[in-house]
């Protein structure tokens, strides 16, 4: 029961909030459309409507179509590999066993050190000549010439999706395991009862009740992924030869290394929108999922 | 089968045994991999951060041979370290100072207040976490110049609280849900205005709530990166993730004193997780579970 009296002014209370994601969130979002239909050039002076003619360009780039494959590929991969590992993991932690606390604290670990850390820590283990990754490699004799991790055409953006995917995947097993602990014992005793196996067990009680956690993950996931720019940003700076750059890290180029505010804010704006379709769409399915149930 | 009934039972028993001794094994197994592929990384880099510069060149040995500190005294000694840690330090702490001060009301008067079009309003909130920051982050750096807050800590902050409010009134909110409508009602009773109840009936029993938030609110912004590169120029302002990324080399990268680094940033976080961890989980659970 929420009450309402005249001396409330519940406005009051939300109005910091409200205007700081209007001037810091909101304001710079419509300047965003504002400037891609502009030819800003700050250091030239040029300051001009160009109207729509960034986007032309844009769907004329060959680099912005290889962007978007980049983190197409990236987004299906590395959600698809965090939240089918993440299911896993969430299930082993969610049985009993001791010192249950500290290791879920540990698993977590990864989570909660910065994204930039953790790219630069993958760097130092995928190094061509010093790095541990080839050293053991060698050593167990499964390979016979060191890799170029970071330098090869295919193997770099999968190097990128295992730092990913070890950098959320605790992400994952956080939503996923407040999931299955919202799953009832008293189901778990009426299939032990029945004579169950674990495999059955999972399939019809366990993974029906926390699908709503899982597609939340995927959602979220999914979000963060198509606009990934730290991870990947230092640990391959997009190379080589762009196989590896994705929507952001096109975007940061242009608006901070080239120089094209107009033409980085139209690629700004289609990131945004392609985001917010996916969302849309996403939320969509969610609703579906959580209606047959 | 036409064993006798003992033996039947007998070997059901032992069935049941084999089969409990066996999940036991594959459970420890699990978690051993587990912790493995979550830490050896880490670790890695740990041992990294210790070697002398020439063990870095050459595996094996695996483990530093003479330990050293050289690399963290590096770090400290000729690179403005202590700088770059002091500015996180202040800009995550006082980041979430404002982040609790904006959004602690803001999350009350969601519920327990009614806001015209609060609906509306919270799905606004929300939509503001899920954007892409690249899609802001050079009309923000335009606005941050026009205030003339370029290399300071008030760009950092001003941007940071705003994209970390979402998540604190998401998780705010849960927990003044939590507590019952009795106490405003009570409150009212005896006179206090919605602000006064805010303050001393709902805030101290909600204190996990915000301890939790603060919590997130500091790991995030400590980790923090497209901002603080785009918006810092200097050691002024520079943050951590900035230096690590920025880290210079004249002819290698000088791996040991990135490690160390690295190090120096990670094991606080790695004890603030160990002991804050139930915390951590029950409030971004929170909003998730109840929807």
Request: with cysteine.
């Amino acid at each position: 029961m929420r009450q309402r009296q005249s001396n409330d002014h519940p406005v009051l209370f939300v109005l910091p909030a409200l205007s700081l994601m209007l001037l810091v969130a909101v304001y710079p979002l419509v300047t965003t459309f504002w400037l891609s239909l502009r030819d800003e050039f700050p250091i030239f002076h040029i300051s001009r409507f160009v109207g729509l003619s960034h986007y032309v360009t844009l769907w004329n780039d060959p680099r912005f179509w290889q962007s978007l494959a980049n983190t197409a590929y990236f987004t299906t991969v590395s959600v698809f590999a965090e939240v089918t590992l993440g299911l896993g993991v969430a299930l082993l932690l969610h049985q009993t066993f001791p010192a249950r606390g500290l290791i879920r604290g540990l698993v977590l670990m990864p989570w909660f050190i910065p994204t930039v850390v953790a790219a630069r820590l993958w760097e130092w283990i995928y190094h061509p000549h010093f790095g541990v990754l080839n050293a053991l490699l060698l050593y167990s004799g499964l390979i016979t010439t060191e890799l170029n991790w970071l330098g090869h055409p295919t193997l770099t953006l999968h190097a990128a999706i295992v730092a990913d995917v070890w950098k959320t995947m605790p992400f994952a097993v956080l939503l996923i395991l407040a999931g299955l602990q919202t799953v009832p014992d008293d189901l778990y005793r009426a299939t032990r009862v029945d004579g169950a196996t674990a495999v059955q067990t999972f399939w019809h009680i366990t993974l029906p009740w926390i699908i709503p956690a899982v597609s939340i993950t995927v959602v979220f996931r999914t979000l963060d992924a198509l606009r990934v720019f730290d991870v990947v940003y230092v640990l391959t700076g997009g190379g080589p030869a762009n196989t590896t750059e994705t929507l952001s890290i096109y975007t940061y180029r242009l608006s901070f290394q080239t120089l094209e505010f107009g033409y980085g804010a139209a690629l700004a704006v289609v990131t945004f929108m392609i985001i917010l379709v996916v969302s849309l769409f996403l939320q969509f399915l969610l609703r579906l999922v959580s209606a047959e149930r | 089968m036409n064993r006798p009934r003992e033996v039947q039972l007998f070997s059901k028993r032992r069935e049941q045994v084999i089969r409990y001794i066996g999940a036991r094994l594959l459970i420890s197994v699990g978690l051993v991999l587990v912790l493995a592929f979550c830490l050896l990384p880490v670790l890695w880099q740990v041992i990294t951060a210790l070697k002398p510069a020439p063990d870095l060149a050459t595996i094996p040995p695996f483990f530093p041979t003479h330990p050293t500190l050289d690399h963290f005294h590096t770090v400290f000694v000729q690179r403005p370290f202590a700088r770059i840690l002091l500015n996180s330090t202040a800009v995550a702490m006082l980041t979430t100072v404002a982040c609790l001060l904006v959004g602690t009301p803001a999350a009350f008067a969601f519920a327990k207040l009614r806001v015209p079009g609060q609906q509306g309003l919270l799905i606004g909130i929300l939509a503001v976490s899920m954007f892409p920051p690249i899609a802001i982050v050079g009309s923000l750096f335009l606005l941050i110049r026009l205030l003339h807050l370029r290399d300071t800590w008030w760009a950092l902050i001003l941007a940071d609280t705003t994209f970390t409010l979402p998540l604190t009134i998401w998780v705010l909110t849960g927990f003044f849900r939590d507590v019952p409508d009795d106490l405003l009602r009570a409150a009212r009773v005896d006179g206090c205005t919605a602000l006064q109840a805010l303050w001393h009936v709902f805030l101290p029993i909600v204190t996990p709530g915000l301890a939790t938030a603060a919590l997130l609110t500091f790991v995030f912004t400590w980790n923090e990166f497209l901002f603080a590169l785009t918006f810092t120029a200097t050691d002024a302002a520079r943050t951590v993730p900035v230096e690590i990324a920025l880290f210079p080399g004249v002819h290698e990268m000088p791996w040991g004193e990135i490690a160390a680094a690295a190090t120096v940033v990670s094991i606080p976080l790695l004890i603030l997780v160990v002991i804050a961890q139930r915390r951590i989980v029950a409030g971004l659970t929170a909003g998730a579970v109840k929807g």
